[in-house]
């Protein structure tokens, strides 16, 4: 499962944020060991963290001797994180919402969302980061995406029959899944981080003034096919925020879908996934 496309609807994270905490991944370290160097980061240097969840990223940032300021809404979530983190002199974790929260700094050296971003209004995101960053400093987007491959078609056709089936308001706003050449061929034409991002995830993100505020975007990525039995995707559909909508009977019955293919294929279920990193510096 994967993140759907952002329909401005209810959140409902916080209410499974210990399966949120057990089921969502971090991020491959390669691709953070490239951010770093793009963003001239170094350790001891000060970056702040939208939305940050139970902490799968703020732990990976702060082991690179960064000092992270990581902002989060949800409160359960919150409490994981500021748990998890209590003993790091590296950390500072607020309870708010990034919108409406006002920062008493004002020059980041790099601002990172992971899985996040979209979930922020495009009115707000965009300028409000770019006046929390230095000049030069670094807006970096992180998410794992569906890939469409050959080798794994027969399992995403199969898990979104699915959900078409039995929760058609979930199908109706499941992102586009790209191949690998599509994703390569649209970011060497479009340098603007809000279209790429939009495009990515089928989201509503474009900012007409995003050529004002950052420089064109840096892209990389890491692709993986991942297997999973029937019951760890329900897991996982489990933190989903449109999932929390679904009536009883939807829910039973998407789930025993899951089961049934599992069956079907005799097998678990594949899915090829990348996680893209997106970076624009701003100007």
Known sequence: MHEI??????????????????????????????????????????VLELGCGSGQ??????????????IEPGRNLFKIADTR??????????????????????NYKAIF???SYHWIRPEVSWKKSAALLCPGGTLALLQYFGL????????????????RRYAPQIAKNWPTYYSLQEIQDYAQ???????IWSWLGSYELRFKGINKLFGPTWLDYETSVKEQSAKQIIQLLKTISAYAVLA???RSELEQGFIDI???????????????AAASKRL
């Not at 990223?57 to 990581?70: E, N």
């Not at 983190?85 to 006002?102: C, H, P, V, W």
């Not at 469409?148 to 959900?163: C, F, H, M, V």
């Open 5 to 46: 496309k952002n329909s401005r609807g209810i959140k409902n994270f916080n209410q499974v944020a210990s399966q949120y905490d057990k089921s969502r991944p971090s991020y491959p370290e390669s691709l953070l060991d490239n951010l770093m160097e793009f963003s001239d980061l170094a350790p001891g240097d000060e």
């Open 57 to 70: 990223l703020t732990g990976q940032l702060l082991k690179r001797g960064l000092s992270v300021t990581a």
């Open 85 to 106: 983190f209590q003993d790091n002199d590296l950390a500072r974790l607020i309870n708010a919402d990034f919108e409406s929260y006002d920062f008493d700094r004002v």
């Open 113 to 115: 969302a992971a899985s």
């Open 148 to 163: 469409e491959e050959d080798s794994t078609k027969l399992d995403l056709l199969l898990q979104l029959e699915a959900i």
């Open 189 to 195: 034409l479009h340098k603007d981080i809000s279209e």
């Open 248 to 250: 009883d009977k939807q």
């Open 262 to 276: 599992e069956k079907q294929l005799k097998r678990p279920m594949r899915s090829s996934l990348i996680c893209i």
